[in-house]
C-alpha cells in the first residue's frame, strides 16, 4: 500500500437486540426471535471494539435490533423493514428512520468524511457475523472479507487483509466475497457513491458463529482481525 496515512472507520450496523419500550408490545411472545442472529450480529460489538482499539480509530454502532429496521438496507428496500414493523403506518415508519436508521448511517458518513479531510485514504470496515447454516445450506468459510473488485483501491486493501489473515491464522477458512457479495446493496455500497474510489474503501468483515462457540479460535481470530486491520498503513 502507497506510503501515506489510512485513517480506519470502524462501523458496527448490528451490534444489538435493544428494542425501545414504545415497540416492545411488537415483539410480545418474540423474545427467542430478537436473541437470534435474526435480531442481532452476536459477536460483531466485541469484534468492532477490538478492531476499533487496535486501529485507533472511531467506532459508530447502532445498538438497536435490525428487527426494527435495517440500517444495513438502502432506503425502499425489501428488507428495510421486518414482518413485526412492515405494518406500521408511515408516520412509525419515519420514527423509525429518524431515531434509528438515518442517525447511525449519518454518524458513519460523517466520521469517513472528516477522516478524508486529514488523510489521504479512509478504509471503513463494517463488522458483522453470520450464521453457519443458512436455508439448509452449510457456509464453508470462517471469515469473510467483502469488497467491491470493480474498485481498485478496495482491492487492494481487500487482498492484503486476506493475505495477512492467513499468515496470521492459517487453520481459519477465509474467503473474498463470501458468505456475501461485497459490492450488493448495504451501507458501504451507498458510501462508495458518495467518496472517491482512489481515497475510500468499504470493507465488510464476516465472521461466522460458529468460531463464536469456541472460546479459543474465537479469541484468536478476534485478535488477528484487529491485528492485521490494526497494522494497514
Sequence with gaps: MPRRRVKIIVSCEHAGHRVPPKYRPLFRGHARVLTSHRGWDPGALELARAIAFASNAPLVANTASRLLVECNRSLGHAQLFSEFTRDLDTAEHLRLLATIYHPHRRAVEVAVRSALRRNAWVVHVGVHTFTPVWNGKRRNVDVGILYDPSRRFEGFVAEALVRRLRAEVPKVRVGR??????????????????????????????????????????????????????TLD
Design 177 to 230: 466475497n463470501a458468505p456475501y457479495r461485497g459490492w450488493t446493496d448495504g451501507l458501504t455500497t451507498t458510501l462508495r457513491g458518495r467518496f472517491p474510489a482512489t481515497r475510500y474503501a468499504g470493507i465488510e468483515i464476516e465472521v461466522n458463529h460458529g468460531l463464536l462457540r469456541k472460546p479459543d479460535a474465537w479469541k484468536q481470530v478476534r485478535r488477528a482481525l484487529a491485528t492485521v486491520v490494526g
